[in-house]
């Protein structure tokens, strides 16, 4: 080979809810060379809701994309295809030429519309006798399409496409308005079982009724979007012709990249949502009314439990107990996280008493929820409550885990870990012991670009099965092992304490809600 022979590249863009980052990644899954570009994740115009300017992800993909350039010409020169992950349930109006028409809906917004379907006659009257009427308006009211076409029906009527984040800047990149199957995730027309737009009479298509016409054409993961188009040449520098293949949401790219094939084994997301999520042929809610979403796997299902601002916690932590770790690791050029386990390497593990239920949110099995902690005495100190607060993460990624083998009769057998805090080796030895089962960290954390980098080899028929392209491609490079000591004393506080703890505190939760009036 030549010394000035360049092998091709792979261009992922993981576009998150704080940040964008664009990697170039080898035909082995090296990490070659990235950039990040940081952002607020919403601006607030009213108390609840959640919105940013779509423009800013297109403007973050094109910065990023200049600046590779600029620190890896060869590299990036050598481009052979470029593949979009994207955070989910974040919605964007768009006209003909595809510019919004208004801001972003992002997935943390909390405004409520009003229910669409069931709320007359003897539908209602049955609905009612059944129990579900109010599961059925929860789903409903929180469909951002729904509050658009109440609250301002001007926009609805010049949307002339409305898309996931992904299918915005597939757009901006191939001029085509075609999405991935397994990036449609949230209160959209989806039909989960088919992977295909539903139908006028299924539930879906009721509950969130886009005219077919305003949605993009779906075409599967690891299947050609389109092209780089010229206007896309001039902006960021791919040459006019790379291909663009479809990938999917960033924790379903994120399980892929982590190596998840089958259903024995599992990827934790150490994200600011917090998953569990595996891999399986079949359909299966693992809560009731909470689908199993399209995986990046053509055809197959990813069951998922999430926990609601999850690894958020940490970012809450710093700000609130830890100006002093953040500001020493910004003077040694290291990650917050390299400080903070510190403060887990100098307690033990249950943090002596100290148990945090991590509930920052309601969700669809614990619709009261509220965050807890317990167990408080005069020998706690901010490194018990650091401690505690990623064993409470564990402990309900556990729990998760356990309603998803429930569901699928299969025991999980091997567990990978990704997201930021899986940097921390000491966070992963912690849920190793909580799982008791083993910790696979891949060689890189940016494992949802991974995923996408992955799907991307796979359609440019580098590898002949997307398991030769994950064999080829992902690499572990820890493995943490459960300490038995540790593990005995975590399954007796998950069981007799921890698992607990919602059934007994729910009431009292209820009336916080009722004396306060938080949450609305």
Request: net charge neutral.
């Amino acid at each position: 080979m030549e010394q000035n022979t360049i092998p091709a590249t792979i261009l992922a863009i993981d576009c998150g809810t704080q940040s964008l980052r664009a990697i170039l990644f080898s035909q082995k899954g090296e990490m070659l060379a990235r950039v990040q570009i940081e952002y607020e994740p919403y601006f607030c115009k009213q108390s609840g809701w959640a919105e940013q300017d779509p423009e800013l992800y297109w403007n973050s993909l094109v910065n990023a994309c200049q600046k590779l350039k600029e620190s890896n010409p060869k590299l990036f020169e050598s481009i052979a295809g470029v593949g979009v992950a994207t955070q989910r349930a974040s919605m964007v109006n768009v006209d003909e030429k595809g510019i919004p028409l208004r801001p972003a809906i992002i997935w943390l917004d909390q405004r409520r519309s009003k229910p669409v379907w069931g709320q007359k006659g003897l539908l209602n009257l049955g609905l009612k006798i059944a129990g579900l009427k109010k599961k059925l308006e929860d789903i409903q009211i929180q469909g951002k399409c729904n509050w658009i076409m109440q609250n301002q029906p001007e926009i609805w009527e010049k949307t002339h496409k409305y898309l996931q984040i992904s299918g915005f800047l597939n757009h901006r990149l191939t001029g085509n308005f075609t999405d991935s199957v397994a990036s449609q995730i949230g209160h959209i027309p989806f039909c989960y079982k088919t992977h295909a737009w539903a139908k006028d009479h299924q539930l879906a298509k009721k509950f969130f009724p886009i005219e077919k016409d305003k949605l993009p054409t779906l075409v599967p993961p690891g299947d050609l979007l389109g092209t780089i188009s010229s206007q896309a040449e001039r902006q960021i520098g791919i040459k006019k012709g790379t291909p663009v293949i479809a990938c999917g949401s960033d924790k379903g790219c994120e399980t892929l990249g982590a190596g998840v094939v089958n259903s024995k084994m599992a990827s934790l997301s150490f994200g600011t949502t917090a998953t569990v999520q595996t891999l399986s042929e079949k359909y299966i809610e693992p809560i009731k009314y909470l689908p199993a979403y399209p995986a990046s796997v053509p055809g197959f299902y990813n069951p998922e439990i999430e926990i609601f601002r999850g690894f958020w916690m940490i970012t809450w932590f710093k700000n609130e107990f830890a100006y002093k770790e953040v500001e020493q690791a910004k003077k040694m050029g290291i990650p917050a996280e390299e400080v903070l386990n510190q403060c887990l390497e100098r307690t033990q593990p249950g943090a002596m008493g100290l148990i945090v239920q991590p509930y920052w949110g309601p969700g669809l099995d614990h619709p009261d929820a509220k965050g807890a902690m317990i167990g408080f005495g005069d020998v706690h100190t901010k490194d018990h409550i650091y401690r505690a607060v990623i064993e409470g993460l564990g402990f309900a990624l556990w729990e998760g885990m356990e309603k998803i083998q429930d569901k699928t009769g299969i025991k999980i057998e091997k567990v990978a870990v990704s997201g930021g805090a899986s940097q921390s080796d000491e966070i992963c030895r912690i849920t190793a012991d909580i799982f008791n089962l083993p910790m696979v960290k891949g060689q890189t954390h940016e494992t949802s670009g991974l995923g996408a980098a992955i799907l991307v080899a796979k359609g440019l028929g580098w590898f002949s099965s997307l398991d030769e392209t994950v064999e080829n491609m992902v690499h572990a490079k820890k493995i943490f092992e459960p300490n038995q000591k540790h593990v005995q004393i975590y399954k007796a506080l998950y069981s007799r304490v921890y698992a607990k703890m919602y059934s007994v505190l729910e009431p009292l939760y209820s009336q916080i809600r009722e004396i306060t009036g938080y949450p609305k």
